[in-house]
């Protein structure tokens, strides 16, 4: 259980243009779903959580006009990188927390190899 | 700010051998502490967490320890085998709050 899939898995692309990707919860209600960037060989950079039915709340020095993000339904949230450039070039990961009471563990994507030529 | 310091950065141990790695967190309301481990290009995969309400936990060759006095918690490995040769990251939590991750511990096991 607690399947989250992430879409696409590599993108090459020129620069300026936009991309979109998409964390879908497979088999659970993921009323908050967290984007992370991920530089090699470092953590996990959180970016921005998103909640079902309301804007994203973004992480301190991510721009929200450069990385939109929607959370339309329960099991899918999606980000878009637009007008981008060879510095957006990084691995993307997506997470889903479950609806619950209780504290529920985040699962992740298998994340987005996203390459700006 | 909210931080979580991890250590070490990089550890080697030799197969069968036991590997610890150790996390500070700064938030004292945080109640909750996952520990993840990634291979190299793949998504991060929960192995263990500890809620604050408990001091130890135990899932076979894995071990988590948390000390809420001092704010700080513990991945134990025994028996460590090649395949458990990944990055590990640690994090700490309050409720359903965002995660706060330690920067990461490269453990290679030596055959």
């Known amino acids: 259980g607690a399947v989250v899939s992430q879409h696409p898995s590599w993108v090459i692309c020129k620069s300026g243009t936009s991309v979109k990707i998409e964390c879908r919860s497979l088999d659970f209600q993921a009323t908050t779903m967290f984007w992370y960037r991920q530089f090699p060989k470092q953590s996990l950079m959180l970016m921005a959580t998103s909640n079902e039915g309301s804007k994203a709340t973004y992480e301190q020095g991510v721009e929200k006009d450069k990385f939109l993000i929607n959370h339309a339904s329960l099991t899918l949230s999606t980000l878009t990188v637009t007008s981008a450039h060879p510095e957006d070039s990084s691995f993307y990961i997506c997470?889903?927390?479950?609806?619950?009471?209780?504290?529920?563990?985040?699962?992740f994507g298998d994340g987005t190899r996203l390459s700006i030529l | 700010g909210e931080n979580v310091e991890q250590h070490p950065s990089t550890l080697s141990v030799q197969e069968g051998d036991s590997a610890v790695i150790k996390c500070t967190y700064s938030?004292?309301?945080?109640?909750?502490f996952p520990w993840y481990k990634q291979e190299l290009g793949k998504r991060p995969q929960l192995i263990i967490d500890?809620?604050?309400?408990?001091g130890e936990k135990k899932d076979q060759r894995i071990a988590v320890t948390l000390n809420k006095t001092a704010k700080h918690f513990s991945l134990h490995i025994t028996e460590t085998q090649p395949e458990d040769s990944a990055v590990y990251f640690c994090?700490?939590?309050?409720?359903?709050?965002?995660?706060?991750f330690g920067t990461g511990t490269r453990l290679k096991v030596l055959a």
């Open positions: 997470s889903a927390r479950s609806v619950g009471l209780s504290d529920q563990p985040q699962h």
């Open positions: 994090a700490a939590s309050r409720g359903t709050y965002k995660y706060i």
């Open positions: 938030d004292s309301a945080s109640n909750y």
């Open positions: 500890i809620r604050s309400n408990v």
